[in-house]
């Protein structure tokens, strides 16, 4: 057990003028302190941060983020988590935590880095003008081909079986392409994701052989989403 015999004032021998500029230097100083403490919690998400473009080229673009000028490439991220996902001399599109926004010469916009409130997906033009994109299909790893042409996702026989579909599961059905009517098996999946869009009980067919060589992502997932294409990306965005 502690004793304390003597307590003595903590500006005991101090003069009035002096005692009282003490202590506003102390409440100063815990009030500082405080507000550093407050920043220093605050999470990244609320912290604001302005972009201008000051110049566009084919694939870069030259920046002001937050006061300072910043030259960036298709690909590459700022510190301050600006992506540059694509520029021409007219406009540049860039990504804040997964919110796309396209700026022009001159163009400023301020955002807080707030996710979005419905899952979206974005997918980069290939090489080859197709937009390919991953999920998975009742948990397993799947590849696909966006194709809103398709009335309902497709899946070739080989894949089926990767996917631990069952074609006894489903039902005979013919379907209708550009070149022919073709026998194929309708089935349900319990679960299918794109990114992190994910929905239940979605229609597909099963075609016999190897093609199409990646799933076809056709309207029977594709209507749960609001599609926008621009400059080579494309944004799925849930309906949900």
């Not at 003069?15 to 009030?31: A, C, E, F, G, P």
């Not at 030259?62 to 006061?67: K, Q």
């Not at 990646?214 to 944004?235: N, Y």
Request: proline share 3%; hydrophobic share 40%.
């Amino acid at each position: 057990m502690w004793v304390w015999t003597k307590v003595t004032p903590l500006y005991s021998g101090i003069n009035t003028n002096r005692r009282r500029s003490r202590v506003m230097n102390i409440i100063d100083t815990t009030r500082r302190t405080r507000l550093t403490l407050v920043l220093l919690l605050l999470p990244l998400s609320s912290l604001a941060v302005e972009i201008e473009v000051r110049a566009l080229f084919s694939g870069a673009a030259m920046f002001v983020i937050d006061g300072q000028n910043q030259l960036l490439k298709t690909g590459q991220v700022s510190r301050s988590g600006v992506e540059l996902v694509e520029a021409n001399p007219k406009e540049a599109i860039v990504r804040i935590n997964g919110e796309i926004r396209t700026l022009q010469l001159s163009g400023r916009i301020s955002s807080t880095f707030e996710k979005p409130e419905k899952p979206r997906v974005m997918i980069k033009v290939a090489e080859n003008r197709q937009y390919i994109t991953t999920g998975s299909i009742n948990g397993r790893p799947a590849r696909y081909l966006v194709d809103t042409g398709a009335n309902v996702v497709a899946i070739n026989a080989n894949m089926a079986k990767t996917l631990g579909l069952s074609v006894e599961e489903g039902v005979e059905v013919y379907a209708s392409t550009a070149s022919d009517d073709l026998e194929v098996t309708m089935v349900i999946l319990k679960e299918m994701t794109v990114g992190e869009i994910k929905r239940n009980n979605v229609q597909a067919i099963i075609i016999d052989g190897e093609n199409p060589k990646d799933i076809l992502l056709g309207m029977s997932f594709l209507q749960h989403v609001d599609i926008s294409e621009k400059a080579g990306l494309m944004v799925l965005t849930s309906k949900l």
